[in-house]
């Protein structure tokens, strides 16, 4: 069974930086593509940013772009969210997330197949 850890997530103040590490364990397995979604109560999962493997192409969520980076190695199923000058609204519950098959549909959080338990994010005014 394929496992997804995240870390790094906390309580720091607006303006501040963090980075979100996630790897992968267990059965060994290829990943076609990794990202982070965020939620908060009462609210769909969104998408924060992925990473297509094959490409390198990336996508983000327009209220994060050029405040959040994502990166990683595939080899490792490894994923990184790098996040500077955090705002109090990028305040949620971040979950690592992965596809480990062929598709072109990667922004649906039902396209991903392996989940990380989730670690939160708190930014204070």
């Known amino acids: 069974q394929v496992q997804l850890v995240e870390s790094g997530g906390g309580l720091v103040q607006a303006g501040d930086s963090l980075r979100l590490s996630c790897a992968a364990s267990?059965?060994?397995?290829?990943?076609?593509?990794m990202g982070w979604f965020r939620q908060t109560p009462g609210q769909k999962r969104e998408l924060v940013a992925n990473i297509r493997w094959s490409t390198g192409s990336t996508y983000y969520l327009g209220s994060v772009e050029g405040r959040f980076t994502i990166s990683g190695d595939s080899a490792k199923n490894t994923v990184y969210l790098q996040m500077n000058s955090l705002k109090p609204e990028d305040t949620a519950v971040y979950y690592c997330?992965?596809?480990?098959?062929?598709?072109?549909?990667?922004?649906?959080?039902?396209?991903?197949?392996?989940w990380g338990q989730g670690t939160l994010v708190t930014v204070s005014s």
């Open positions: 997330a992965a596809i480990s098959y062929f598709t072109l549909h990667e922004h649906g959080p039902e396209s991903y197949d392996h």
């Open positions: 267990g059965r060994t397995f290829s990943s076609y593509v």
